[in-house]
């Protein structure tokens, strides 16, 4: 919930830009109360308002509880993570912000700047290696098999740039293959941009920490790069 809090105060106040994709939708306030066993109960007992009055949490309706769990992967079928006019908003939802600016209820954060969604690089060889943390794992090994190397290293770009001449891609399908993924060419040629950067960024973060991990990570991240685009602009 915070950060849905935090990114509707910014943008109700006017005091920053707001750049992506709707969020989840999630503003819910519970209270713990404490058991005689030492369990515990969480019962909800309020929800989150933004400073214009928008609710946070989106709509749900008792004994329809499985249309509530199924609302975000509806959202996403529907064309509401790749296409703006997907999302409709009804008249009522119209709140504005500080500066005169329309913003909309219904649940989630609307942001300023929408970023499509892009799917055109994921495929099921990607979802495998990234569901059961290979990369992840890949990346552990190979920085603990060249610790000497990758220490002498003291910046983000210069990480970005030693690893570049290492044959990352074709050890890690190596690798994959050996915890059971099968080889699948034409998909990973199709993926091989976000495997290759996602493996450069935790093997960065284990040596350089978050200020490796972060730059090097999402450099090609769309919205990044729109967010960034829209400071410039300022």
Do not use: C
Not at 21 to 44: C, E, I, N, W, Y
Not at 60 to 73: I, M, P, T, V
Not at 156 to 182: C, H, R
């Amino acid at each position: 919930s915070a950060s849905e809090i935090f990114s509707g105060a910014i943008q109700d106040n006017d005091r920053g830009i707001i750049v992506g994709r709707r969020s989840f939708g999630k503003g819910l306030v519970q209270q713990q109360f404490t058991l005689s066993d030492g369990s515990a109960v969480r019962l909800t007992v309020a929800r989150y308002f933004t400073p214009s009055g928008r609710s946070i949490q989106k709509p749900y309706e008792l004994g329809k509880a499985d249309e509530y769990e199924k609302d975000f992967l509806n959202r996403l079928m529907h064309g509401d993570a790749g296409n703006k006019d997907s999302i409709q908003h009804a008249d009522s939802l119209k709140y504005k912000t500080v500066g005169g600016r329309v913003v909309y209820g219904g649940g989630g954060i609307m942001p300023d700047i929408f970023v499509p969604l892009d799917t055109t690089e994921f495929t099921p060889y990607l979802n495998k290696v990234v569901n059961y943390g290979y990369i992840y794992q890949y990346a552990f090994q190979y920085t603990d098999k060249n610790r000497p190397q990758l220490k002498q290293i003291k910046s983000w770009t210069e990480m970005d740039s030693y690893l570049d001449k290492q044959p990352l891609l074709n050890e890690f399908v190596k690798f994959a293959a050996q915890k059971g993924i099968p080889v699948n060419t034409r998909e990973i040629n199709i993926s091989k941009k976000i495997i290759v950067t996602q493996i450069k960024g935790y093997i960065s973060r284990n040596i350089l920490g978050d200020e490796g991990f972060y730059p090097l990570f999402y450099k090609n991240d769309k919205t990044i790069k729109k967010a960034l685009e829209a400071l410039s602009k300022k």
